[in-house]
């Protein structure tokens, strides 16, 4: 039986497999960005070849079929979802714009704003209301509901409404009823409604991830019902998971109904796999760096641990939900270099992305990319790509940074080159130091992961500049996505308003308001199947001082059925806030804002076989030897070529040396030395 990892990017899939012998084979395919059902149908029938089957056979012995996805960033990001509307409590529709009266650069009346997701002939303001504490004040206005109901439908041909009434995380009942209304008489209708999507405190924020909701649901969920028919034709027997934000997998009908949850879906598995990795390696802080061809995602691990975060930004809109904290630029193997209207040369955020790609793929592409500089300055093997499976074209990358970058400014299409290598490298630096400096971690204590097909070509330079001491290059660096998202569990979020003062709140009180969002957890993963042995519940409670806006949240200790301890809990918040804020306030009275509880189902995790260690002679893999260009000061160097496939446990060398596997390049950098672990990872020392 095998376990099976496909994680689908802007520019190449990437699919992973792992047979009942712990043996693992991967691959890298161009993605197909208008319909990425039809790479993953090329992937499945690629790497069926590799184990000796046939696709049917494949999918018919797979045991667990995990997907990472970015069906739903992707319609965030170019605005492109569902006709949406939006039902609110009467004069309340205009929320969603009103945002909380900040915009993006305030003092900047140019600045360019989110597009409105929901026009506002759209959103309907209905007649109901519920007070503060729940109390019905108006009854829900059916007639007048089913009025506006027609005419959205009918009229305007709206495929998903999002439901935010005032108040509804206190009692849902008038929400309830709403969505039971749609439901009856639109089947066909996709509802998302605040008291199902993200039932707490803050109007705002609730109405936006509800809407999102609502406009990325229909095109996820149409998209893996697709791709779950494909692979049920192909004799599939058990659904198959879907990565999610929180750094969990969930069913594929569960994360159709909930889009939001997947915003994140694909960067989320390198998160996933990053923790594994600290843990199998004993590392305890990484800095999981994945470059792709589009972007650069930043992930950090401290004491083995996944930080989440309870709400994020994305693409203008703000997500009230758990969420891996994951910093992306726009720096990957297709970032476009460019002049601005200044003359200054720029790389990123734009992007070839698969089609038509770098200049060199010969595809129809004339703009320079990171690609065609790495393959310009000798660092990419042009008859190596993709494992020899795809030729480079070596003229059509010089002549794209020679018409688009050198001529311009006068310089040598070399000098071009090493223009973008430079100037990407200094905006992932860049990158680096906004999740590390910038939030009070200091690099130096953290090691970098190299994740993603593009990452190893860069990252010994970025740790350098940042004093960084080791970059850790994975064995799976080029799929770690889709391996992190095997090691997931299954995990559910539940969210509850709970505003009390901790002076008048008793540990039983406390204890019973979680004890009745376990049993909504619980019956979620009996759903599934999850035997009781493998459940476990992680408990938090966001908190702040009495007057303050933001929270933060502190784990409360319910093991084995404990009662919380209150006092603990208040000295966890003190040490938090400082933490975070650089101040405490231990004479201040403390609240809760909202209660959260993390159901997880515990998966098998994969047991990767680890080598004998064979010595530290590196020669028998040596294959070739090639000029490569390290900067200008030290020019084109002649430099040794390993093949990583040859390399084995204990094997050191120094550099400046290239290392080629079947989906990515290493390049270790003068005054470095790298060494090949028990588990085929690479370690490179900075010197």
Known sequence: ??????????????????????EVEMMKIPSTPDNPLEGIKNGLKEIAGVVGRDEENLVRTTERFVHGTTVATNTMLEYNGARTALLTTQGFRDSLEMRRCHRNGQWDFFAPQPPIIVPRYLRRGIKERTLWDGTIDQPLDENQLRSELKELV?????????????????????????????????????VSASFEVAPQIREYERTCTTVINAFVGPGLSTYLSELGGYLESKGMTREFQVIQSNGGVTTASAAGQHGVRALLSGPAGGAIGGASLAEAIDEPNLIIADMGGTSFDLTLIQNKQISLVTEEEIAGYKISLPMIGIYTVGAGGGSIGHLDAGGILKVGPKSAGANPGPACYDRGGTEATVTDANLILGFINPH?????????????????????????????TTEGAQAIYEIVNSNMVDAIHVVTVEQGYDPRDFALVAAGGAAPLHTAVLANALGIPRVIIPHASSVFCALGGLEADMKYDYVRTYLVKMGSLES????????????????????????????????????????????????????????????????????????????????????????????????????????????????????????????????????????????????????????????????????????????????????
Request: charged share 30%; glycine share 8%.
């Open 508 to 687: 039983e009180q406390l204890f019973d308001s979680f004890e009745e969002l376990r049993e909504e957890g619980v019956a979620r993963l009996e759903k599934d199947g999850i035997a009781e042995n493998m459940r476990s519940f992680e408990y938090w409670a966001e908190m702040r001082y009495v007057g303050q806006h933001w929270d933060i949240p502190v784990p409360v200790n319910m093991g084995n059925g404990s009662k919380p301890q209150l006092r603990e809990i208040v000295q966890e918040f003190h040490k938090r806030h400082e933490l975070v804020h650089g101040y405490k306030l231990e004479a201040r009275e403390v609240e809760i804002a909202n209660l959260r509880l993390m159901a997880i189902g515990k998966s098998p995790k994969l047991k990767l076989k680890t080598k004998p260690f064979e010595g530290k002679d590196a020669s028998a893999a040596l294959k070739d030897r090639r000029r490569a260009y390290f900067g200008t000061d030290a020019g084109f160097l002649e430099v040794p070529v390993y093949d990583g496939s040859r390399l084995r446990s204990g094997n050191e060398f120094a550099g400046p040396a290239i290392v080629e596997k079947p989906s990515t390049t290493i390049v270790i950098h003068p005054d470095q030395k790298a060494r090949v672990d028990e588990r085929q990872n690479m370690i490179v020392d900075i010197q």
């Open 1 to 22: 039986m095998y376990s099976l990892g496909i994680d689908v990017g802007g520019t190449f899939t990437d699919v992973v497999i792992v047979d009942e012998k712990n």
């Open 384 to 412: 190596y790509f993709l494992g020899g499976t795809m030729q480079l074209n070596s003229t059509l990358a010089a002549r794209a940074i020679e018409g688009n970058v050198a001529r311009p400014l006068g310089i040598s």
């Open 154 to 190: 009918e009229k305007h041909k709206v495929s998903a409404i999002a439901i935010c009434f005032l108040f509804s995380f206190k009692n849902p009942d008038n929400e309830r009823r709403t969505a039971e209304i749609i439901r009856e008489t639109y089947p066909h209708i996709f």
